[in-house]
């Protein structure tokens, strides 16, 4: 399994970017799974259902089966949030991992970037932004650039970059 992220500032584009992307790397015969970080709480699950009845009466696990799909709901209970390393251990392996956030870990990053948001480049500061999509040139760029409506330039930058899920994991771990 090969990883690469994602990062930039909200409004960036990161989501809407890695939609298009995913479906072109589907087409090249991929198989690729996402891991997207949220900076504060979420459901996955609806009030009325179920599982989200389970979870609020005190489940710290729920898991929900069909013969379509599954989905495990973990309540952390003022536990620690895991580590990317811990979560990089629950997927199981496809092609290509991509990580939507966590701009702060040691693992190869596309960094998104829109001058629209007025937010400072992350790549001066981060070695590990391996290439830029933005909307307008980066005069100075240190890693290549490309523009950020290019989708199949964004997927060849994916795959170009992305390193084995046992470097990411050793550089999590340093």
Do not use: C
Request: glycine share 8%.
């Amino acid at each position: 399994m090969r990883v690469i992220g994602l990062a930039g500032w909200s409004g960036s584009g990161k989501t809407t970017l890695l939609t298009k992307a995913i479906p072109r790397l589907v087409e090249r015969g991929l198989r690729v799974s996402t891991l997207k970080h949220a900076h504060s709480g979420f459901d996955v699950d609806k009030p009325g259902k179920d599982s989200h009845t389970h979870r609020m009466a005190g489940a710290s696990e729920v898991l929900v089966a069909s013969p379509v799909r599954w989905a495990l709901v973990n309540e952390l209970r003022g536990a620690p949030e895991l580590t990317l390393r811990e979560l990089l251990g629950k997927f199981t392996p496809v092609d290509l991992l991509v990580i939507e956030g966590f701009k702060r870990q040691s693992h190869p990053k596309l960094e998104v970037h829109r001058a629209a948001i007025g937010k400072p480049l992350i790549h001066p500061d981060d070695p590990h932004v391996v290439a830029i999509a933005a909307d307008r040139p980066v005069p100075g760029a240190k890693v290549p650039v490309v523009d950020l409506d290019d989708i199949e330039a964004v997927v060849d930058i994916l795959l170009k970059y992305a390193a084995p899920v046992e470097r990411v994991l050793a550089s999590e771990s340093a």
